[in-house]
């Protein structure tokens, strides 16, 4: 696993820690990232700093994207994947999509349900084609 997949993951799990317990990201943070291995520290709080940072517009376009799924409904774990690669989608710094939505279907693949992909995928691949269109 490259470091910006372990990144990801550490931001993952961050954000997921963040959701569950109904604290900010920033408290979680400053909990977590001394236990982060090196390497990945400066990229997970990059992109921890940019969900919460861009959070509004992220879960606004997750609301109008995700069809038939009730956003307070919507499984924690796949919710905060799509914040993730929404940043890196649509804000990130040399990230090929193609690169964002393969790294989100990985961790979703591995970490949530069979149908977590499949639909994770189909919201990126909507906001990938309309991106250039989108007001951010």
Partial sequence: MSARSKARKAALDLLYEADIRGISVGVILSQRLETLEYLIRDYTRELL?????????????IVTYSQGWDFDR???LDRNILRLSLFELLW???????????????????????????????????ISKIKADLVL
């Fill in 92 to 126: 990130g710094r040399d990230i090929p999509e193609a690169v964002a939505i393969d790294e989100a279907l990985e961790l979703a693949k591995t970490l949530s349900t069979e149908e977590s992909s499949s639909y994770i995928h189909g919201v990126l691949a909507t």
């Fill in 74 to 76: 919507m499984p924690v």
């Fill in 49 to 61: 700093t940019g969900v919460v940072e861009h959070r509004s517009r992220i879960d606004e376009l």
